[in-house]
Every structure is written in structure tokens, then in C-alpha cells.
């Protein structure tokens, strides 16, 4: 059995980034007649584009076209 061993990172430094770079939302609804544009940038972690679907079904807010791109640390999801 192999293990393997990756770097530690202290947990305080791991929410740095997140209060570093708090996730930005922006709402366009001049865009598009029949729909609402929303995008998101975030710092790149774990479980943050779950946990952007939970709230916008959360809102009854219906996701038809998703677009996810990525920097290497940091990606852009337009919903």
C-alpha cells in the first residue's frame, strides 16, 4: 500500500485566501431579455461550486447554461 504525503498547511493559512479574496458576485440583468447573468470569481477550494448551485437553488433560481474556466488557482463560473 502506498501513502502519500502532500505539504502541511496550517488551517488559519488555508481561510487566508478566502479573506484575502472574498468571492465576488456579479448580477447582470441587461444582458439577456429572458434570463439573468450571474457571474462568480473565487479563489479555487474545495466543494465551492456545490456550494454556489446549493444557494442559487436555494433562491428557486433555475441554472440553464453554466461556464466554469480556471487560471490555475483561481477560477470563473458564470451561471
Not at 456550494?51 to 442559487?56: I, K, P, R, S
Request: with cysteine; aromatic share 8%.
Amino acid at each position: 500500500m502506498e501513502m502519500g504525503y502532500g505539504p502541511y498547511v496550517h488551517p488559519e493559512l488555508e481561510s487566508l485566501v478566502d479573506r484575502i479574496h472574498p468571492p465576488r458576485v456579479c448580477i447582470d440583468n441587461d444582458s439577456y431579455q429572458d434570463c439573468t447573468l450571474v457571474k462568480v470569481d473565487s479563489a479555487n477550494k474545495h466543494g465551492v461550486l456545490l456550494e454556489m448551485v446549493q444557494v442559487l437553488t436555494d433562491l428557486d433560481l433555475v441554472i440553464s447554461k453554466s461556464y466554469i474556466c480556471s487560471d490555475g488557482l483561481w477560477f470563473m463560473n458564470g451561471l
